[in-house]
């Protein structure tokens, strides 16, 4: 049973948050276009899906949660608009966008829509599956919550549009270890079940969530781990389902699911400083404070302690509009755990069993892999936390960008996390190609505390700006300047900084650098490199200190004019090192570097870590990471 009953103001579930609900006002009636009934944004910078990076366009998703945010304002009072009522402007709004949707159930793209009305979803590269149900959310919203607010016409299209992104959905039956999507599909499908009243759609969702519920709680976590956008996504999905079914099949599971994400932001969750902790599957705000999403639910459940965002600090915002209307809560065992500071802890979690298989450029779910020979390795996580310190790492992956493989917060004294003027202070790596965030490194570790060892190489076939969809097949040439590996320490004094024990300030570059350390009131950081090599040539490390903060770079190529890179045809190519964070500096530690024919053997008092250093496949790669695994 789903609660479609028309809203009660007085009723928690039927009203809206007033917060988000100004800001998806703020932005979506600065951006209206009435000449196309669609908001106009500018459009940002992007690798994949789309040609449309520079300018402005109208965006479909962004004007149908306007559409939504409309009819709560009409709802709640606020009925006109530059002399129109908001729900007509609204019913035009979806309109619009319904008339962008393919509805040919022939097509390969059917259910889905552009991202821009401007760019056919022929023209994109390639079309993004994920629109069926990013709109199908807002579309379901929509009829929950406000079909006596639209005329018969209007209610029929949007049922049918709803319904043909339900099964787009049903037709493409997404691995559950895209978790997000897997999530958001299933409030879909049901919502579309019983709102159309097919019991196919509602079958299948149920089906879905039985499905995801036996397999996350089985497992115990999520395989994109602590990724805050889609932690987001996968929490608003969950409380909506939760929220708008009244049914003993769907909302206990729902529920259990919801305790389940909670459970898994919390384990990373460092109040001292207000962030995640790493290490991330998927993320793409390394500031915590640059997902408003993941901030509103936080102060929806702890108004008292982690209010961030107000009318005059939360931009205007019309993605905000379906959180207006999700009625987040967290377990009252659970909320404590957001201010507590917990004591000195290092954590490990499995997140998944990573399969990998002969060509692949990524590892892949069971799923993908079934019935293909794979080998199977547990991507697992360390997180360690003390105090006003902490410092996380995965075991092994790739370096695609969404990636935060290690990253680590600290707060100096006086710090307020919910102070925005309080710089975010953190260390992580990555992997560029020619300026953009590369996925075909191996990043592998080891830790213990707040003591890491480190190593990079490279990876053939491989993805390059995006983890698969612009895949370099192996022995494939491309013209590449510039190769490195850089560690990044942010929220730094220069004073604090030195580079192989001298003192650099700001601004300032070393090229031959092997040892970093900071040193302030809240913080000892060390990194050190342990061996560096780019086709068999030795490499040291490039420090470039600025006035809030330090980059180290293992540039394994640089040169003025494109060269053309086959990764395959290098010889040994890694850097490996050691990066240490503590609250007071620590004794001087030797670390090892042991090289064989495949692999690097690092070594220091009570960490050990193998990790591959030729140019290979995943799957090789995989192998050689499999060997820590016996220790």
Same mark, same amino acid.
């Given at each position: 049973?789903?609660?479609?009953?028309?809203?009660?103001?007085?009723?928690?579930?039927?009203?809206?948050?007033?917060?988000?609900?100004?800001?998806?006002?703020?932005?979506?009636?600065?951006?209206?276009?009435?000449?196309?009934?669609?908001?106009?944004?500018?459009?940002?910078?992007?690798?994949?899906?789309?040609?449309?990076?520079?300018?402005?366009?109208?965006?479909?998703?962004?004007?149908?949660?306007?559409?939504?945010?409309?009819?709560?304002?009409?709802?709640?009072?606020?009925?006109?608009?530059?002399?129109?009522?908001?729900?007509?402007?609204?019913?035009?709004?979806?309109?619009?966008?319904? %008339? !962008?949707?393919? &509805?040919?159930?022939?097509? @390969?793209?059917? #259910?889905?829509? *552009?991202?821009? /009305?401007?760019?056919?979803?022929?023209?994109?590269?390639?079309?993004?599956?994920?629109?069926?149900?990013?709109?199908?959310?807002?579309?379901?919203?929509?009829?929950?919550?406000?079909?006596?607010?639209?005329?018969?016409?209007?209610?029929?299209?949007?049922?049918?549009?709803?319904?043909?992104?339900?099964?787009?959905?049903?037709?493409?039956?997404?691995?559950?270890?895209?978790?997000?999507?897997?999530?958001?599909?299933?409030?879909?499908?049901?919502?579309?079940?019983?709102?159309?009243?097919?019991?196919?759609?509602?079958?299948?969702?149920?089906?879905?969530?039985?499905?995801?519920?036996?397999?996350?709680?089985?497992?115990?976590?999520?395989?994109?781990?602590?990724?805050?956008?889609?932690?987001?996504?996968?929490?608003? %999905? !969950?409380?909506? &389902?939760?929220?708008?079914? @009244?049914?003993? #099949?769907?909302? *206990?599971?729902? /529920?259990?699911?919801?305790?389940?994400?909670?459970?898994?932001?919390?384990?990373?969750?460092?109040?001292?400083?207000?962030?995640?902790?790493?290490?991330?599957?998927?993320?793409?705000?390394?500031?915590?404070?640059?997902?408003?999403?993941?901030?509103?639910?936080?102060?929806?459940?702890?108004?008292?302690?982690?209010?961030?965002?107000?009318?005059?600090?939360?931009?205007?915002?019309?993605?905000?509009?379906?959180?207006?209307?999700?009625?987040?809560?967290?377990?009252?065992?659970?909320?404590?755990?957001?201010?507590?500071?917990?004591?000195?802890?290092?954590?490990?979690?499995?997140?998944?069993?990573?399969?990998?298989?002969?060509?692949?450029?990524?590892?892949?779910?069971?799923?993908?892999?079934?019935?293909?020979?794979?080998?199977?390795?547990? &991507?697992?996580?360390?997180?360690?936390?003390? #105090?006003?310190?902490?410092?996380?790492?995965?075991?092994?992956?790739?370096?695609?960008?969404?990636?935060?493989?290690?990253?680590?917060?600290?707060?100096?004294?006086?710090?307020?996390?919910?102070?925005?003027?309080?710089?975010?202070?953190?260390?992580?790596?990555?992997?560029?190609?020619?300026?953009?965030?590369?996925?075909?490194?191996?990043?592998?570790?080891?830790?213990?505390?707040?003591?890491?060892?480190?190593?990079?190489?490279?990876?053939?076939?491989?993805?390059?700006?995006?983890?698969?969809?612009?895949?370099?097949?192996?022995?494939?040439?491309?013209?590449?300047?510039?190769?490195?590996?850089?560690?990044?320490?942010?929220?730094?004094?220069?004073?604090?900084?030195?580079?192989?024990?001298?003192?650099?300030?700001?601004?300032?570059?070393?090229?031959?650098?092997?040892?970093?350390?900071?040193?302030?009131?809240?913080?000892?950081?060390?990194?050190?490199?342990?061996?560096?090599?780019?086709?068999?040539?030795?490499?040291?490390?490039?420090?470039?200190?600025?006035?809030?903060?330090?980059?180290?770079?293992?540039?394994?190529?640089?040169?003025?004019?494109?060269?053309?890179?086959?990764?395959?045809?290098?010889?040994?190519?890694?850097?490996?090192?050691?990066?240490?964070?503590?609250?007071?500096?620590?004794?001087?530690?030797?670390?090892?570097?042991?090289?064989?024919?495949?692999?690097?053997?690092?070594?220091?008092?009570?960490?050990?870590?193998?990790?591959?250093?030729?140019?290979?496949?995943?799957?090789?790669?995989?192998?050689?990471?499999?060997?820590?695994?016996?220790?």
């Amino acid at each position: 049973m789903i609660a479609v009953d028309a809203p009660r103001p007085a009723d928690p579930l039927h009203t809206a948050d007033p917060l988000c609900l100004d800001a998806a006002r703020r932005a979506g009636d600065a951006r209206y276009d009435p000449d196309l009934d669609l908001l106009l944004s500018p459009a940002k910078p992007n690798p994949i899906h789309t040609r449309i990076v520079t300018g402005s366009a109208h965006p479909p998703r962004e004007s149908l949660s306007y559409a939504l945010a409309l009819l709560e304002l009409d709802r709640a009072g606020d009925r006109s608009i530059d002399g129109e009522s908001r729900a007509a402007r609204a019913a035009r709004v979806i309109g619009a966008v319904l %008339a !962008l949707q393919d &509805t040919d159930p022939t097509s @390969d793209t059917y #259910g889905l829509w *552009p991202y821009w /009305a401007e760019e056919p979803l022929a023209e994109m590269s390639p079309p993004d599956w994920n629109w069926a149900d990013f709109h199908g959310e807002v579309l379901s919203l929509i009829l929950l919550r406000h079909a006596d607010l639209l005329d018969a016409d209007a209610r029929e299209r949007t049922r049918a549009g709803l319904g043909h992104a339900a099964r787009s959905i049903i037709r493409r039956d997404v691995d559950l270890d895209y978790t997000n999507i897997a999530v958001k599909g299933t409030f879909v499908t049901l919502a579309a079940g019983a709102l159309l009243g097919d019991p196919a759609f509602e079958e299948y969702g149920r089906e879905r969530l039985r499905r995801l519920h036996a397999r996350l709680t089985a497992v115990g976590s999520f395989a994109e781990f602590n990724s805050p956008t889609y932690w987001h996504v996968v929490m608003q %999905a !969950l409380t909506a &389902t939760r929220q708008y079914f @009244d049914d003993p #099949g769907i909302t *206990p599971l729902a /529920a259990d699911l919801e305790r389940l994400a909670w459970q898994h932001f919390l384990a990373r969750w460092h109040p001292a400083t207000g962030q995640l902790t790493g290490p991330m599957a998927r993320c793409y705000e390394t500031d915590l404070r640059g997902t408003p999403g993941v901030l509103l639910v936080l102060q929806r459940v702890a108004p008292e302690t982690w209010t961030r965002l107000t009318a005059d600090t939360l931009a205007p915002n019309v993605h905000v509009a379906p959180d207006a209307v999700i009625d987040y809560r967290i377990p009252d065992d659970l909320r404590p755990l957001l201010d507590e500071v917990a004591p000195p802890a290092t954590g490990h979690e499995t997140f998944s069993d990573t399969h990998y298989i002969d060509g692949q450029v990524a590892g892949i779910s069971a799923a993908a892999a079934a019935g293909i020979p794979s080998l199977v390795l547990p &991507t697992t996580g360390t997180s360690w936390r003390d #105090g006003a310190l902490t410092l996380g790492t995965v075991n092994f992956g790739d370096t695609w960008l969404q990636r935060r493989p290690l990253l680590g917060f600290w707060a100096e004294p006086g710090d307020d996390p919910l102070d925005p003027a309080t710089p975010a202070r953190h260390v992580g790596v990555e992997v560029l190609r020619d300026g953009h965030g590369f996925a075909g490194g191996s990043f592998s570790a080891a830790q213990n505390g707040g003591d890491v060892l480190w190593a990079v190489s490279l990876a053939t076939p491989s993805g390059d700006a995006h983890i698969h969809l612009d895949a370099i097949a192996a022995g494939e040439a491309v013209p590449t300047r510039e190769l490195l590996v850089r560690f990044w320490i942010r929220g730094v004094d220069p004073a604090a900084v030195r580079v192989d024990g001298i003192a650099p300030g700001a601004p300032s570059s070393f090229d031959r650098a092997r040892r970093v350390e900071v040193r302030t009131a809240g913080v000892w950081i060390e990194w050190s490199l342990a061996d560096a090599r780019f086709d068999g040539q030795e490499r040291t490390a490039r420090v470039r200190v600025g006035d809030s903060g330090i980059e180290i770079e293992v540039l394994w190529l640089g040169v003025d004019a494109p060269r053309a890179l086959v990764v395959d045809a290098l010889d040994t190519t890694l850097a490996a090192g050691r990066l240490r964070m503590a609250a007071e500096p620590q004794e001087d530690a030797a670390t090892t570097a042991s090289l064989s024919s495949d692999a690097v053997e690092l070594a220091t008092a009570g960490l050990r870590l193998i990790a591959p250093v030729l140019p290979g496949s995943r799957l090789e790669h995989a192998r050689i990471a499999r060997r820590n695994l016996s220790r």
